[in-house]
């Protein structure tokens, strides 16, 4: 009887953990930033999903001598819910000193957008797809992005067989190449520097 139960109890546990496998999943991408030929920092880019919610993170440290020295902090949460963007968080350092900050909330029939230095105002189309689905899903048919940081959309075009031109709204652009799905080499122009992104194996 108790060789009953306890083949039971296991039979129990182990369908759990197999449910909980299926429903719970995590990536984490790091890549080299690199400007001129030299490797001045990182970016750390994770996605974990359970059930239908999904949580990304990135976070960029930059350290690079110009005229003057210069060191970059830039952080990134975002949540999604069945494909559609809840909740964003982004806190830009430079030199130790805050330089931009933001943060958009959905409120169940608009987004709530509070940035640095603007006034709050409203964005009542829902959001699919934002800058940090960039580097987990090529965006194939997509043809606008959403920007946490300046909460406005650029332009994706095609520009070659999985690699991907993003015009932003101030015009400046990046490149995006991929394999199999995730990003793997980026052209970065929407910083104090261009700079590239180079995934590490």
């Not at 991408?29 to 359970?50: A, E, P, Q, R």
């Not at 210069?70 to 949540?79: C, E």
């Amino acid at each position: 009887m108790r060789f009953i139960k306890n083949k039971t109890l296991k039979f129990i546990i182990c369908v759990f953990l197999m449910g909980f496998s299926y429903t719970s999943h995590a990536q984490t991408n790091i890549y080299d930033i690199v400007f001129k030929k030299d490797t001045i920092g990182i970016l750390k880019v994770s996605k974990n999903i359970k059930d239908d919610v999904i949580l990304y993170s990135y976070y960029l440290d930059v350290q690079v001598k110009l005229l003057v020295s210069i060191h970059l902090k830039y952080n990134l949460k975002a949540t999604y819910n069945a494909e559609q963007l809840i909740h964003a968080s982004v806190d830009n350092t430079v030199n130790n000193k805050e330089h931009h900050s933001s943060d958009i909330q959905w409120k169940d029939s608009y987004y709530l957008i509070n940035s640095k230095n603007k006034k709050n105002h409203k964005l009542e189309n829902k959001i699919t797809y934002s800058g940090v689905k960039l580097f987990f899903e090529e965006p194939n048919t997509i043809k606008k992005i959403f920007s946490e940081h300046s909460a406005q959309y650029g332009i994706l075009s095609r520009i070659g067989e999985n690699y991907y031109e993003l015009t932003l709204h101030n015009g400046k652009k990046n490149q995006y190449l991929y394999k199999k799905g995730v990003l793997v080499k980026a052209s970065i122009n929407n910083s104090f520097i261009q700079f590239q992104l180079l995934l590490r194996d």
